[in-house]
């Protein structure tokens, strides 16, 4: 025997997907429209993927992180949050600190702890050194001008200004180049 589906079921399934997907938008918006912004430098990386578009992968100073240098927390394992307080030093923001919970009345960024490694001759925690993934990585371009930006990025003429969340969550919203805007995320 068939069972035939109510016409509310489909509409109720309908309105919980378009409520979803409009939250997802509305959040985007907000957060490019209302985050706190800060600018970071951007250094050279070797792309390992051109399948999936024309994107420029980006790495920053605070993508490797030595505990034994900077302040705070110096315990992290794999897979670990990691919020990294920043300061500003004149127009770009650079780490100063590592804390495993969001510090107060500072500005921090949250990572994720995607490496860790430890000299041979030293097995203490500030001894380590952290690989740290911030939901900067990838910024997608028009289609053909990928590979014009990887030049301009390996020569360290790239920088991002990101915004950031209350709780320290990172959002790319515009690719500089030379300190000029080339890419503006849409708040849509």
């Known amino acids: ?49 051109f399948l999936r578009g024309d994107y420029v992968i ?6 490797t ?10 315990d992290f394992g794999w897979g670990d949050p990691v919020y990294v307080e920043l300061a500003q030093h004149g127009e770009t923001w650079e780490p ?11 500005t921090s960024i949250l990572g994720t702890v995607t490496n860790l490694s430890r000299p041979a001759n030293c097995a203490e925690p500030a001894c380590a050194i952290l690989s740290a993934d ?16 990887e030049t ?7 920088e991002i200004d990101a915004v950031l969340s209350e709780s320290g969550r990172a959002m790319l919203k515009r690719l500089r180049v030379d300190g000029e805007i080339k890419y503006e995320e849409s708040l849509l």
Do not use: C
Not at 16 to 36: D, F, H, I, T
Not at 96 to 106: D, G, M, Q, T
């Open 1 to 49: 025997m068939i069972r035939k589906i109510p016409l509310w079921g489909f509409a109720a399934a309908f309105a919980v997907q378009a409520g979803l997907l409009g939250y997802m938008l509305v959040a985007r918006a907000s957060l490019l429209a209302n985050g706190a912004e800060i600018r970071l430098p951007v250094i050279p990386v070797d792309p390992r993927d």
């Open 58 to 63: 980006l790495s920053y100073p605070m993508s």
């Open 65 to 74: 992180l030595k505990p034994a240098d900077l302040a705070g927390d110096d």
């Open 96 to 106: 100063v600190a590592l804390h495993r919970a969001k510090p107060e009345n500072a």
């Open 134 to 149: 911030y939901n900067l990585e990838k910024f997608f371009v028009p289609e053909g001008e990928g590979r014009a930006l």
């Open 152 to 158: 301009l990025r390996n020569d360290q003429r790239v």
